[in-house]
């Protein structure tokens, strides 16, 4: 357990009144129509798509810390590069595409193209991959880290911190509160990073105190190991965030704009997240919990107040996920799956929205709590998610494109449930036979359907 000085108890009890100040203050917004509540009527700039996009995507920091403490500079050519061209590839080929439809959701999306069944198929899918379980894990490490007591306790209280204000506000309420955690998640790792180089030393103190293969390029890993995530980043064209933060957009420019942007935000925050794992390294104890090398260090070198101030930082980038996940997956549980099964897709209930979000926070809970590890539900859900989803939503947008009866529908399930399969013949930790990650397997299995049914409109 890391002591708190009461002042920095203050400070973390200042923000959660803040929290609390949000939901009441946006209670009535739930009322609005559809498009205000679930898109904050396509009204976002290129500041606030920025801000919230920046600080949604980057909800897995004790992973990063984790990473970075055991295999050193190479987590930047694993949760960096291969993120940076994935959202590339995306902003230049389907942001202006995704802003154009017009569409509130990816079912929405996948139905226009492909009727109902590849539409509620890709909303189980969706549900399932924006349960923040892997999320309010770390929320609950870090809260037990810092004030002690039972892992259960604190993801329950860190979930309902996270998606209280959600449920009143709806997505206006997730970029107002995105707005604080984008300063709070810099300010902190800045601070961090600067007061810790000033009193151990520059580059000359990490290569004299780091292992070897820290400051190599691969950090001692097979390149198999490296590579396979080239491959799982492609799940970033079938993110949930990325096409919500597209469809909310004031405009197709602001949303392509606005995801270049943030590659370079991003880049930045891994530079200061990926020294600031190499210094926990070099500085803590070799045995030292890797989960926990950034709060860690914090204690040794912050005072007090900015150990507060911190702590803070990492709650806020992991929270900006939460919300986010959350209200997603509420809005494709309660509208895109139950409403479009019963057939009452066009009419406007926030409270089925709010009734889904309770599950969604119950869900995350218990995957969490079974699960145990942020890196393998990361790994697993994004392995059996892309095969099901990338080929089918990328395809969507090609209006020469189409394809029979059924074939989209058995192109989903064949890819997920080849990957699923996969998956019991190995883990991420222990691998997989030849070699061969599920998400290969899924993504073969995926495109076969979609050769044999491919049809091309010559008009």
């Given at each position: 357990?890391?002591?708190l000085?009461?002042?920095?108890l203050?400070i973390?009890?200042?923000?959660?009144?803040?929290?609390?100040?949000?939901?009441?203050?946006?209670?009535?917004?739930?009322?609005?129509?559809?498009?205000?509540?679930?898109?904050?009527?396509?009204?976002?700039?290129?500041?606030?798509?920025?801000?919230?996009l920046?600080?949604?995507?980057?909800?897995?920091?004790?992973?990063?810390?984790e990473?970075?403490?055991?295999?050193?500079?190479?987590?930047?050519l694993?949760f960096g590069?291969?993120?940076?061209?994935?959202?590339?590839?995306?902003a230049?080929?389907?942001a202006?595409?995704a802003?154009?439809?017009?569409?509130?959701?990816?079912?929405?999306?996948?139905?226009?193209?492909?009727g109902?069944?590849?539409?509620l198929?890709?909303?189980?899918m969706?549900?399932i991959?924006t349960?923040?379980?892997?999320y309010?894990?770390?929320?609950?490490?870090?809260?037990?880290?810092?004030?002690?007591?039972s892992?259960?306790?604190w993801?329950?209280?860190?979930?309902?911190?996270?998606?209280?204000y959600v449920?009143?506000?709806?997505?206006?309420?997730?970029?107002?509160t995105?707005?604080v955690?984008?300063?709070?998640?810099y300010?902190?790792?800045?601070l961090l990073?600067?007061?810790?180089a000033n009193k151990?030393?520059?580059?000359d103190?990490?290569?004299?105190?780091?292992?070897?293969e820290?400051?190599?390029?691969?950090?001692g890993?097979?390149?198999?190991s490296?590579?396979?995530?080239?491959v799982?980043?492609?799940?970033t064209l079938v993110?949930?965030?990325?096409?919500?933060?597209?469809?909310?957009?004031?405009?197709a420019?602001?949303?392509r704009?606005?995801?270049?942007?943030?590659?370079?935000?991003?880049g930045v925050f891994?530079?200061?997240?990926?020294?600031?794992?190499l210094y926990?390294?070099?500085?803590l104890?070799p045995?030292?919990?890797?989960?926990?090398?950034?709060?860690l260090l914090?204690?040794?070198?912050?005072?007090?107040?900015?150990?507060?101030?911190?702590?803070?930082?990492?709650l806020?980038?992991?929270?900006s996920t939460?919300?986010?996940?959350?209200?997603i997956?509420?809005q494709?549980l309660?509208?895109?799956l139950?409403?479009?099964?019963?057939?009452?897709?066009g009419?406007?209930?926030?409270?089925?929205?709010?009734?889904?979000?309770?599950?969604?926070?119950?869900?995350?809970i218990?995957?969490?709590?079974?699960?145990?590890?942020?890196?393998?539900i990361w790994?697993?859900?994004g392995?059996?998610?892309?095969p099901?989803?990338?080929?089918?939503?990328?395809?969507?947008?090609n209006?020469?494109?189409?394809?029979?009866n059924?074939?989209?529908?058995?192109?989903?399930?064949?890819?997920?449930?080849?990957?699923?399969?996969?998956?019991f013949?190995?883990?991420?930790?222990t691998g997989?036979?030849?070699?061969?990650d599920p998400?290969?397997?899924?993504?073969?299995?995926?495109l076969?359907?979609l050769?044999?049914?491919?049809?091309?409109?010559?008009?």
């Amino acid at each position: 357990m890391i002591d708190l000085h009461p002042i920095d108890l203050v400070i973390l009890g200042g923000y959660f009144v803040y929290l609390m100040v949000v939901a009441y203050a946006t209670r009535h917004q739930s009322r609005g129509d559809e498009s205000s509540y679930l898109l904050a009527g396509r009204s976002l700039t290129v500041p606030a798509f920025v801000a919230t996009l920046v600080s949604t995507w980057y909800g897995g920091i004790l992973g990063v810390g984790e990473y970075s403490f055991s295999y050193g500079i190479s987590n930047w050519l694993v949760f960096g590069v291969p993120y940076y061209l994935a959202a590339g590839l995306f902003a230049l080929l389907l942001a202006k595409r995704a802003r154009n439809e017009m569409v509130l959701s990816i079912p929405d999306q996948l139905e226009k193209k492909f009727g109902r069944g590849p539409a509620l198929i890709g909303a189980g899918m969706v549900f399932i991959m924006t349960v923040p379980a892997a999320y309010v894990l770390m929320i609950g490490v870090l809260l037990q880290a810092f004030l002690g007591g039972s892992l259960a306790l604190w993801v329950i209280v860190g979930t309902l911190f996270s998606t209280v204000y959600v449920a009143f506000g709806g997505f206006r309420s997730v970029i107002r509160t995105d707005l604080v955690q984008f300063i709070l998640m810099y300010t902190s790792f800045i601070l961090l990073l600067v007061l810790t180089a000033n009193k151990y030393g520059g580059f000359d103190f990490l290569q004299a105190n780091l292992p070897t293969e820290h400051l190599s390029w691969n950090g001692g890993m097979p390149v198999g190991s490296i590579l396979v995530w080239y491959v799982i980043a492609m799940a970033t064209l079938v993110e949930p965030s990325f096409y919500q933060r597209c469809y909310a957009a004031k405009s197709a420019k602001v949303a392509r704009s606005g995801i270049l942007i943030s590659i370079l935000f991003w880049g930045v925050f891994d530079f200061l997240t990926t020294f600031s794992g190499l210094y926990a390294r070099a500085v803590l104890a070799p045995d030292s919990d890797p989960m926990l090398s950034f709060p860690l260090l914090a204690s040794q070198v912050l005072p007090q107040g900015l150990l507060g101030l911190f702590l803070l930082g990492l709650l806020a980038v992991i929270m900006s996920t939460v919300d986010s996940y959350s209200f997603i997956a509420a809005q494709t549980l309660g509208r895109d799956l139950v409403a479009r099964a019963r057939n009452q897709l066009g009419e406007w209930n926030a409270h089925r929205i709010q009734w889904s979000l309770l599950a969604t926070a119950a869900g995350a809970i218990l995957i969490a709590l079974w699960k145990g590890s942020a890196v393998t539900i990361w790994h697993d859900l994004g392995a059996i998610g892309t095969p099901v989803l990338l080929l089918p939503l990328a395809l969507s947008f090609n209006q020469r494109l189409s394809f029979r009866n059924g074939i989209v529908m058995l192109s989903m399930l064949s890819g997920g449930f080849g990957a699923l399969a996969w998956t019991f013949f190995g883990s991420y930790e222990t691998g997989y036979p030849a070699g061969i990650d599920p998400i290969f397997i899924g993504l073969f299995t995926s495109l076969i359907p979609l050769l044999a049914g491919l049809r091309i409109n010559r008009e």
